[in-house]
């Protein structure tokens, strides 16, 4: 079936420094989405990625989908306290998401 | 907008005990929910697809005897853990896709803000 992976497991990064998910379908996907959970909270919708090697940015936030739309990143500009939490792309199954494993990013002031 | 509620936001239960979990969108309708269970430090897994007006669609290796969904109306998703087991111990988090054009080719999901249940 249908498998997105996601890596790192874990970044621990020093405020300031950059930072970058990368999210890898088994297949070719409609559409990717991303997410923020911050620890002990709820995930947050952050954005969807439709377009063939589309590239969006949000603030410090870079997000990037692949020509072949298997596979999308998540980069960070110089890393904040608030980046804190675990980041999660999706992607579609029919009607349902299926969730990376998500990164843990931490970030060292 | 695009609100969901869940309550309670914890439980602590006894082994045996069934426990209710309510997931309302508040400013949509939503003739679809999901229910997820994430462990620490985990992904989150889909449990099943709350359907308004008829029955869950339950994943691979889900109990539907276990986990009882009733979708009453198009605002109220209910999960019902019975008979509790503290490995159901979990934080359990619905979401919905808001407005007509949600689903996969519109908004992304949004979350309820989750309810932490431990069995003891």
């Known amino acids: 079936g249908q498998q997105v992976m996601q890596i790192p497991q874990y970044q621990h990064v020093q405020e300031g420094e950059d930072f970058t998910t990368y999210c890898n379908s088994s297949?070719?996907?409609?559409?990717i989405q991303w997410y923020k959970q911050r620890p002990g909270g709820h995930p947050v919708f952050l954005i969807q990625?439709?377009?063939?090697?589309e590239v969006k940015k949000q603030k410090r936030l870079t997000f990037q989908f692949g020509e072949a739309k298997k596979n999308s990143s998540l980069h960070i500009t110089a890393t904040q306290t608030t980046d804190v939490g675990t980041y999660f792309c999706?992607?579609?199954?029919?009607?349902?998401?299926?969730f990376g494993a998500g990164t843990i990013l931490r970030v060292k002031s | 907008g695009a609100v969901v509620s869940q309550h309670p936001s914890w439980v602590i239960c006894k082994s045996g005990t069934s426990v209710k979990i309510e997931c309302r969108s508040l400013?949509?309708?939503?003739?679809?929910m999901f229910w997820y269970r994430q462990f620490p430090k985990q992904s989150l897994m889909l449990m099943a697809t709350?359907?308004?007006?008829?029955?869950?669609?339950?994943e691979q290796g889900v109990e539907k005897d276990k986990f009882l969904i009733n979708h009453a109306s198009l605002t109220l998703s209910t999960l019902t853990v019975t008979s509790a087991h503290p490995e159901d111990s979990s934080f359990y988090i619905c979401?919905?896709?808001?407005?007509?054009?949600?689903?996969?080719?519109?908004?992304?999901?949004?979350f309820g803000p989750g309810t932490r249940l431990t069995v003891t």
């Open positions: 400013d949509f309708q939503a003739t679809t």
């Open positions: 990625l439709v377009k063939s090697g």
């Open positions: 297949t070719t996907l409609s559409n």
């Open positions: 709350s359907n308004e007006g008829s029955k869950a669609t339950y």
């Open positions: 999706a992607g579609p199954k029919g009607n349902k998401l299926v």
């Open positions: 979401s919905a896709y808001p407005g007509l054009a949600g689903g996969p080719l519109g908004l992304g999901q949004h």
